[in-house]
């Protein structure tokens, strides 16, 4: 029900006219099997035989043409091939309707930032037939990050081959940033108390400035400005607010490469941990 009222009032009145006149088909299919069935058991006839006598004397049987017994079973027959029809249209009916309240989600969230040509609104697996605008919500927060992970990830794929901060990585063992190789082989040369700092990093900027507000879009912080430039090392600074109308092509933009980004780093980080290869061997065997 909840579902229901937070689609737009065409789309209400489109389900509520929808909804009575399958009700309506479904009633009256079984209604009209139950009565034709009844209709036909009604006139069978009977074991018992009736005697008339003729001009004769003579006495024969005739056949009288009631609803007996034999009615009476092929009218219970009858109700319960009608009930079984009824149930049948019935769960076609609600198969129809799971279909309709598909592409009712899809009305529901086509006017969303990220539905772009050429796929527009794509949801193949049908995620949001539920029309839940909270998971919706949570999803495209999810959507967003993940695309800003993966961008950066890319990039940290491609300039370690062409440029590294000088000095050590970690001093105590005697080694440089140099030293690191890059790709997949990089998790093992890489200190434990350094994968500690990135994630205590990342989990910090999870829980405080980059916490994401119930009032605000998605994917939009306070504490950062234009282009996502961070301002929460700046004492009292309020950063802007993203305009999803006077941006909508840069967020769109951010969105659709974030979806590409994550099908790039699929693939290289698939590729080096297959074949071993990083940098230009990768982009040209």
Not at 105 to 133: C, N, Q, R, W
Not at 157 to 167: D, L, N, S, T, V
Not at 200 to 223: N, V, Y
Request: glycine share 10%; net charge neutral; aromatic share 10%.
């Amino acid at each position: 029900q909840d579902s229901f009222w937070r689609l737009p009032s065409n789309r209400r009145e489109e389900a509520e006219t929808v909804a009575p006149s399958m009700a309506v088909r479904t009633a009256t299919g079984a209604a009209l099997a139950a009565g034709g069935l009844w209709a036909a058991s009604a006139f069978v006839p009977t074991a018992t035989p009736m005697t008339s006598a003729t001009s004769h004397n003579a006495v024969v049987d005739v056949p009288q043409y009631t609803a007996g017994a034999s009615g009476m079973s092929l009218l219970g027959q009858s109700v319960a091939a009608a009930a079984v029809g009824a149930a049948a249209m019935s769960a076609m009916s609600r198969r129809r309707a799971t279909r309709s309240t598909g592409r009712t989600a899809a009305h529901a969230f086509d006017t969303e930032l990220g539905v772009t040509m050429p796929f527009k609104y794509f949801d193949p697996l049908g995620m949001s037939k539920d029309m839940d605008e909270a998971t919706f919500r949570r999803r495209r927060v999810s959507e967003i990050k993940n695309g800003r992970v993966a961008m950066i990830a890319c990039m940290g794929y491609i300039a370690p081959e062409y440029f590294r901060f000088p000095g050590f990585l970690s001093p105590s063992e005697g080694l440089k940033f140099t030293d690191v190789p890059n790709g997949v082989a990089a998790l093992s040369k890489v200190p434990a108390e350094g994968w500690a700092q990135i994630g205590a990093f990342i989990a910090f900027l999870e829980l405080f400035p980059l916490r994401q507000e119930a009032d605000r879009a998605a994917g939009d912080f306070a504490t950062c400005g234009k282009l996502g430039v961070p301002w929460f090392f700046v004492a009292g600074r309020d950063g802007s607010t993203s305009d999803p109308v006077a941006n909508e092509r840069s967020l769109n933009a951010e969105i659709n490469n974030g979806r590409l980004a994550m099908m790039a780093i699929t693939g290289m980080v698939t590729q080096n941990a297959l074949f071993g290869t990083t940098g230009p061997e990768m982009w040209f065997p």
